[in-house]
């Protein structure tokens, strides 16, 4: 029977610790295999490490921690090939920094490696952890939690974007803006767009034109047309 093989890269991490000790030996590298519709992995030298049972796998292993399906429902693998959170849950995204927002009940909360559910299924929408702050969306207004599920700036911004340096973006009107991790608006909204600082600075456009602004929110460079 044909095999259609997809190299996945994987995180060299140790399993969740409710795995036992036998179960955590690490395959290095999966591949997917696809058989009678069903998807499963195999090593390095072609050995099946996980017969395919499951419907779809999404995403490369993102912290030791892959994305599988069974009859519509989404739970998490590791790379030792051990499914560590069951199939239970709407939707899900990959790990960052130790957490994965799952979805059920059409409500957002997030998981950690072990499965335990850390945030509470509150959310109607939210995105992945960044800096140690993820944005969330209740009743059509954005706003960002803490690791804990501590709402630390408000929920009451039309749009907001991942924490970079310490200052995340959020929306404020029509403009944009940005906020310390104490919920603090430290550069006010003023901006059409802006983006996340690397390394002290920021693009952001303004009436059209372009510049770069520091943690002040001075520019140091422009602002200019294309």
């Known amino acids: 029977m044909k095999l259609f093989i997809i190299p996945f890269t994987c995180l060299i991490l140790v399993a969740a610790a409710s795995v036992s000790e036998g179960q955590q030996k690490n395959h290095g590298t999966l591949y997917e295999i696809k058989r009678d519709g069903k998807v499963g992995f195999i090593n390095r030298e072609g050995k099946e490490v996980v017969p395919p049972r499951f419907d779809d796998v999404r995403g490369k292993f993102i912290e030791g921690m892959t994305r599988v399906q069974v009859k519509e429902l989404w739970g998490f693998m ?133 510049g770069y602004i520091n943690r002040t929110g001075k520019f140091v460079w422009g602002p200019a047309k294309d």
């Not at 909360?109 to 299924?121: N, P």
């Not at 969330?136 to 929920?155: E, L, P």
Request: proline share 2%; glycine share 12%; aromatic share 10%.
């Open 78 to 210: 590791n790379n030792s090939g051990v499914v560590v959170i069951a199939p239970v849950y709407e939707e899900n995204d990959e790990f960052s920094e130790g957490l994965a927002r799952v979805r059920s009940k059409k409500k957002w909360g997030f998981v950690d490696r072990s499965g335990k559910l850390k945030i509470a299924v509150e959310f109607d929408d939210a995105g992945n952890f960044a800096g140690g702050m993820a944005k969330v969306k209740i009743n059509d207004r954005w706003g960002f939690i803490d690791a804990t599920g501590k709402k630390v700036v408000s929920i009451e911004y039309q749009d907001a974007d991942d924490f970079s340096e310490g200052l995340g973006r959020v929306k404020s009107g029509d403009k944009w803006g940005y906020v310390n991790k104490s919920g603090s608006m430290v550069i006010k909204p003023a901006f059409d767009s802006a983006d996340p600082f690397v390394e002290g600075l920021a693009h952001v456009e303004l009436d059209s034109k372009k």
